[in-house]
């Protein structure tokens, strides 16, 4: 298992990999940037949607709405990240495939259309989960806890389907996904979602994670079907 991640350390230093994250990040601070706008221009709205005469009550309510908004944009950094990486994650599986695994079937996959519609679809219901749950965050930080719960179903969820798409069915990676069935990546998971969580690092991430979880996901599949990876 230390072997698959050092290679997928190396894979995603290597430029044939490294360009498509360049391009994925370029397109994810332009989609970022048009949440965020989105986001604060919701909260205020719904905020001021009645009138607030007094001004320490509309500064108030102004701190409130921004804090809203950078919240929920935070938490959905990394999932668009992921989204617009879909994109490119055959190629890189791909790549990966050919260098270290190129005994395996990657017949039985995901189309790229498929895969990013249940990744939009995915990230559009936990927007709307994160909405809900987002006046709690002012309530003992216990929002921050419901965000860091439901953040981490997101990102197993979005890892899984860019990362197992390639050579897994939609059906087989829902059945991966669950917590009840094969948790077999959830240390790995865990681990890298916490790495999400740090500002700096955290759009680099779903890019790292899905070489780690694409060479985890062949290196088992090999052992599986008794095939020496040499």
């Known amino acids: 298992m230390l072997k698959s991640q050092r290679n997928a350390l190396s894979d995603a230093l290597i430029f044939e990999n490294a360009k498509y994250f360049i391009i994925s990040l370029i397109i994810s601070l332009l989609v970022l940037a048009l949440i965020y ?28 709405a921004q804090g809203v908004a950078l919240t929920i944009f935070y938490f959905l950094m990394v999932p668009a990240m992921f989204v617009i990486l879909a994109l490119f994650t055959p190629m890189i599986s ?50 921050y806890v419901a965000f860091a719960v439901l953040g981490f179903f997101l990102f197993r969820s979005l890892l ?16 991966r996904t669950r ?38 996901s062949m290196s088992r599949e090999y052992e599986r079907l008794g095939i020496s990876q040499g």
């Not at 706008?37 to 005469?53: D, K, Q, R, V």
């Not at 197992?164 to 059945?175: E, Y």
């Open 37 to 64: 706008s989105g986001l604060l221009t919701a909260t205020n709205g719904a905020l001021f949607e009645y009138e607030i005469e007094q001004e320490w009550l509309r500064s108030l309510a102004n701190i409130f």
């Open 94 to 143: 791909d790549n990966i495939h050919r260098r270290h695994y190129p005994k395996l079937d990657e017949s039985n996959s995901v189309g790229v259309f498929e895969g990013l519609f249940h990744a939009l679809w995915l990230t559009l219901i936990y927007t709307l989960l994160f909405i809900l749950v987002s006046p709690s965050i002012f309530f003992l930080g216990l929002g």
């Open 160 to 175: 899984l389907l860019d990362a197992l798409g390639s050579h897994f069915s939609l059906a087989q990676i829902k059945q």
């Open 179 to 216: 917590l009840s069935g094969d948790a077999a990546h959830l240390p790995s998971t865990l681990v890298l979602f916490s790495l999400s969580l740090l500002p700096g690092i955290n759009l680099f991430v779903p890019y790292l994670a899905v070489c780690v979880l694409v060479h985890e």
